[in-house]
């Protein structure tokens, strides 16, 4: 019997220590990304406890449905280039709290992992919760099997979150997890009115830590508030958006990671 | 040993009897400030010196309040009554896994059984004496330590949870699963706190919304969900770096609109406290 996972080229994880650094954002436009250069993406979102993934691609009302091979997971558009699956649309009611602990999580990750029926895809990003536990440790072994590209760390760039990502960084390795780079997010705020640039959260601590532990630094994206807009609308801000200031760092880590997949192949 | 809930539950209370108040911090979203907040809220407190805080971070994973009070590198003791807390001030004693680590690089890769064993340890075994306030900071989330912490805080009195959430749907929709969470495990909310409420550009004094409150923020969420709203403070670069320095912000920075909402919420906290106590206090 043909796997889940047998038509999907690269599987990538977006990992961080830290929570609220932008892992569902970076996860959110990488695929929007992925998807203007002409491939076919899925997202799967592993956080049980906060689920964003839905809202930031406006289908948070969808039901999951099932198939012969499993559940369909759940399409943005009438293309069908970019899937979604989350714990999001098996909520009755979105305020739900999701209060498992980690046995139950592990359960339905593993469910996650080998029953979505993606079908062929270029690329499945799966975007994680804060943290170094349950989640990340079923994930990782869940989908060990169908080896993974590898995983891209979020930070902030303050030492605050920075710390946390050094700890995320020993978890890739004790898990033989490849890093395909870090990511400085909310790095700078360029102010609209007189174009002032502002470090809310300090600057340089990602690109710090990528040298320091000698993996690859795929760029600082700044805090923009045209893309935090996007993301709480479900617009395409890759699309819509393209002179903001977020926009070249984000097509420049998106590109980064198709030049790594086209080397691969090659 | 075996496992005997009743008999840990006992000695959680015996080892609590003498805190006054217990407030935890929470969030379902990651990101929003939790840390920060109790940080401050711990130094806010421990200001007036008769006051004794503790501060204990149940984040087991990422243990961000080692770094944010200057104690990164410090080790945790152990004497005949238990695990020593760390102080950053005669009245203030802190407690965190980041302390039992060796390295900044070393990540604590546990499933949740053992997470919740580190925090029945801590709640069990450190010595912190007679204390007014005993501040908990969690993970984002609602999962094992959080129902870890109000199942072994049942054995004692909490006077409530805060609330941290910043202005965007994005968070707000996490938070409402946390009100939710308290709800069910029948939790008081103390308030919520709208935290990176809105930028001040230093050079031309214009407001931004870095992040949106699209949905009306957390007052209208408040509104909705009949809990209060503790405060709103805004994003200011200070911030983080007394945050990286391990300062208090509020000592750093005691002009900013920010510290003047800190200290306003900071007070309401006592004052909801204090009421508490009055009440409790009428009962008996």
């Given at each position: 019997e043909?796997?889940?996972?047998?038509?999907?080229?690269?599987i990538?994880?977006?990992?961080?220590g830290k929570?609220?650094?932008?892992?569902?954002?970076?996860?959110?436009?990488?695929?929007?990304?992925?998807?203007?250069?002409?491939?076919?993406?899925?997202i799967?979102?592993?956080?049980?406890?906060?689920?964003?993934?839905?809202?930031?691609?406006?289908?948070?009302n969808?039901?999951v449905?099932?198939?012969?091979?499993?559940?369909?997971?759940?399409?943005?558009?009438?293309?069908?280039?970019?899937?979604?699956?989350?714990i999001?649309?098996l909520?009755?009611k979105?305020?739900?709290?999701?209060?498992?602990?980690?046995?139950?999580?592990?359960?339905?990750?593993?469910?996650?992992?080998?029953?979505?029926?993606?079908?062929?895809?270029?690329?499945?990003?799966?975007?994680?919760?804060?943290g170094?536990?349950?989640?990340?440790?079923?994930?990782?072994?869940?989908?060990?099997?169908?080896?993974?590209?590898?995983?891209?760390?979020?930070?902030?760039?303050?030492?605050?979150?920075?710390g946390?990502?050094?700890?995320?960084?020993?978890?890739?390795?004790?898990?033989?997890?490849r890093?395909?780079?870090?990511?400085?997010?909310?790095?700078?705020?360029?102010?609209?009115?007189?174009?002032?640039?502002?470090n809310i959260?300090?600057?340089?601590?990602?690109?710090?830590l990528?040298k320091h532990?000698?993996?690859?630094?795929?760029?600082?994206?700044?805090?923009?508030?045209?893309?935090?807009?996007?993301?709480?609308?479900?617009?395409?801000?890759?699309?819509?958006?393209?002179k903001?200031?977020?926009?070249?760092?984000?097509a420049?880590?998106?590109?980064?990671?198709?030049d790594?997949?086209s080397?691969?192949?090659? | 040993?075996?496992?005997?809930?009743?008999a840990?539950?006992?000695?959680?209370?015996?080892?609590?009897?003498s805190v006054?108040?217990?407030?935890?911090?929470?969030?379902?979203?990651?990101?929003?400030?939790?840390?920060?907040f109790?940080?401050?809220?711990?130094h806010?407190?421990?200001?007036?010196?008769?006051?004794?805080?503790?501060?204990?971070?149940?984040?087991?994973?990422?243990?961000?309040?080692?770094?944010?009070?200057?104690?990164?590198?410090?080790?945790?003791?152990?004497?005949?009554?238990?695990?020593?807390?760390v102080?950053?001030?005669?009245?203030?004693?802190?407690?965190?896994?980041?302390?039992?680590?060796?390295?900044?690089?070393?990540?604590?890769?546990w499933?949740?059984?053992?997470?919740?064993?580190l925090?029945?340890?801590?709640?069990?075994?450190?010595?912190?004496?007679?204390?007014?306030?005993?501040?908990?900071?969690?993970?984002p989330?609602?999962?094992?330590?959080?129902?870890?912490?109000?199942?072994?805080?049942?054995?004692?009195?909490?006077?409530?949870a805060v609330?941290?959430?910043?202005p965007?749907?994005?968070?707000?929709?996490?938070?409402?699963?946390?009100?939710?969470?308290?709800?069910?495990?029948?939790?008081p909310?103390?308030?919520v706190?709208?935290?990176m409420?809105?930028?001040?550009?230093?050079?031309c004094?214009?407001?931004?919304?870095?992040?949106p409150?699209?949905?009306?923020?957390?007052?209208?969420?408040?509104?909705?969900?009949?809990?209060?709203?503790?405060?709103?403070v805004?994003?200011?670069?200070?911030?983080?770096?007394?945050?990286?320095?391990?300062?208090?912000?509020?000592?750093?920075?005691p002009e900013?609109?920010?510290?003047?909402?800190?200290?306003n919420?900071?007070?309401?906290?006592?004052e909801?406290?204090?009421?508490?106590?009055?009440?409790?206090?009428?009962?008996?």
């Amino acid at each position: 019997e043909r796997s889940n996972l047998a038509g999907v080229r690269h599987i990538l994880l977006v990992l961080s220590g830290k929570g609220g650094v932008g892992k569902s954002t970076i996860s959110t436009e990488l695929a929007l990304s992925l998807r203007h250069a002409g491939k076919k993406v899925g997202i799967l979102d592993v956080d049980l406890c906060g689920p964003t993934i839905p809202c930031m691609f406006r289908v948070q009302n969808n039901d999951v449905h099932q198939c012969d091979s499993g559940w369909v997971p759940v399409f943005v558009d009438q293309d069908r280039s970019i899937s979604l699956m989350s714990i999001g649309f098996l909520l009755e009611k979105p305020d739900d709290a999701v209060v498992w602990r980690g046995p139950k999580k592990n359960a339905l990750i593993k469910q996650f992992v080998a029953d979505v029926a993606w079908g062929d895809l270029d690329f499945l990003i799966v975007d994680t919760p804060p943290g170094t536990s349950d989640e990340h440790i079923s994930t990782v072994e869940a989908l060990r099997p169908y080896k993974p590209l590898g995983a891209i760390l979020v930070t902030t760039p303050q030492a605050v979150s920075v710390g946390d990502v050094r700890r995320e960084l020993t978890f890739c390795k004790k898990t033989g997890l490849r890093v395909l780079g870090i990511v400085e997010n909310m790095s700078g705020f360029v102010c609209p009115h007189c174009s002032e640039c502002t470090n809310i959260f300090s600057k340089g601590g990602g690109e710090e830590l990528a040298k320091h532990a000698g993996v690859p630094f795929l760029g600082c994206v700044p805090l923009d508030p045209q893309l935090s807009q996007s993301l709480e609308e479900g617009r395409d801000f890759i699309q819509e958006f393209p002179k903001s200031s977020a926009f070249p760092a984000l097509a420049h880590i998106a590109q980064q990671i198709l030049d790594g997949t086209s080397q691969q192949s090659s | 040993a075996p496992c005997d809930p009743a008999a840990e539950l006992a000695e959680v209370r015996e080892r609590l009897r003498s805190v006054k108040h217990t407030v935890l911090v929470l969030s379902g979203k990651g990101g929003v400030g939790k840390s920060t907040f109790s940080a401050l809220l711990a130094h806010g407190l421990a200001a007036d010196e008769a006051k004794q805080v503790a501060l204990l971070d149940i984040d087991i994973c990422g243990p961000s309040i080692p770094k944010m009070m200057g104690l990164e590198g410090e080790q945790v003791h152990q004497s005949g009554s238990g695990w020593s807390p760390v102080y950053v001030e005669e009245n203030l004693g802190v407690m965190s896994v980041g302390f039992l680590l060796s390295s900044p690089d070393d990540a604590v890769i546990w499933r949740g059984p053992k997470k919740n064993g580190l925090i029945k340890q801590f709640l069990r075994d450190v010595d912190w004496g007679e204390i007014d306030y005993l501040i908990v900071d969690t993970p984002p989330g609602t999962s094992d330590e959080h129902l870890s912490i109000v199942q072994y805080l049942s054995a004692t009195h909490i006077d409530g949870a805060v609330i941290i959430t910043t202005p965007q749907e994005v968070s707000l929709q996490d938070v409402r699963k946390e009100i939710n969470f308290c709800h069910k495990v029948k939790l008081p909310i103390i308030g919520v706190v709208e935290n990176m409420s809105g930028f001040i550009c230093p050079k031309c004094k214009n407001e931004s919304q870095i992040f949106p409150p699209t949905t009306g923020g957390a007052e209208k969420m408040c509104q909705n969900l009949n809990v209060s709203l503790l405060g709103k403070v805004p994003l200011d670069p200070q911030i983080g770096k007394s945050c990286d320095k391990g300062q208090s912000f509020l000592s750093e920075a005691p002009e900013s609109p920010a510290t003047l909402s800190y200290r306003n919420i900071i007070q309401r906290i006592q004052e909801y406290c204090d009421q508490h106590h009055f009440q409790e206090e009428k009962i008996i």
